[in-house]
């Protein structure tokens, strides 16, 4: 079976640090990988999504990046965090294609930039 | 542009059936989902529909209306465990999800 793994779980960085999130992947190849956000009373916003190596698009422009170095690890980086950086960043696989279609979240890591 | 819109907040009894509505604006349509997300936890996936219709999977069933815009996700039996937010979130061309804000279900004995 597929699983998805995130972390840190939590983590707490000042303004200005360097950022780094890891997620990986177990069970699949080739999974469409993505990262959202959700900021407090927000809805879940689509950060970044890959469809494969080294393949990213980006949604929003912000101070965020992300790199897919493997087939099953996907990296949200940041050079200087902001405090608006702050929220629970969820990293997701899609399998399937058309009705059969499905989008897991892994298990997120809650951000807090001080 | 893209629009999706939940109710904010709804209530219910334990053993009640509630219904949570989502309407949908978006370039492009590919399917809607409908997540769980209990708080300070990740959305669980609940449902998916592509077609027109009602998707039946237990206690949860998921209707779809693609030339008005607008499903629904209907509840029976309400359970306390079920307090929770829901998402309604629109699959665009391609693989991305876009999401409404959430509706959070508060259930009660």
């Known amino acids: 079976s597929q699983t998805i793994h995130q972390w840190p779980a939590t983590l707490v960085q000042p303004v200005g640090s360097p950022l780094s999130l890891e997620c990986t992947v177990e069970g699949t190849s080739n999974p469409n990988l993505y990262w959202y956000r959700q900021a407090a009373g927000r809805g879940l916003q689509l950060l970044f999504y890959?469809?494969?190596?080294?393949?990213i698009s980006s949604e929003v422009p912000q101070n965020l990046s992300a790199s897919r170095p493997q087939d099953r690890q996907f990296i949200l980086s940041s050079k200087k965090l902001l405090l608006s950086d702050s929220g629970f960043y969820l990293c997701?696989?899609?399998?399937?294609?058309?009705?059969?279609?499905?989008?897991?979240f892994g298990p997120g890591t809650r951000l807090t930039v001080t | 542009g893209q629009n999706i819109d939940q109710p904010t907040e709804m209530t219910a009894t334990e053993g009640a059936i509630v219904q949570i509505n989502c309407t949908y604006q978006?370039?492009?349509?590919?399917?809607l989902f409908w997540y769980q997300q209990h708080a300070g936890e990740a959305p669980t996936f609940l449902s998916y529909?592509?077609?027109?219709g009602l998707e039946e999977k237990g206690r949860f069933s998921s209707f779809l209306s693609r030339s008005k815009g607008y499903s629904y996700l209907l509840l029976k039996e309400l359970q306390m465990k079920d307090s929770a937010s829901y998402l309604c979130a629109v699959k665009k061309a391609g693989t991305a999800l876009i999401f409404g804000k959430g509706t959070t279900l508060s259930v009660s004995s």
């Open positions: 978006t370039s492009g349509f590919n399917g």
């Open positions: 890959s469809v494969g190596i080294g393949q």
């Open positions: 997701a696989f899609g399998r399937g294609g058309g009705s059969s279609y499905e989008q897991y």
């Open positions: 529909n592509v077609l027109d």
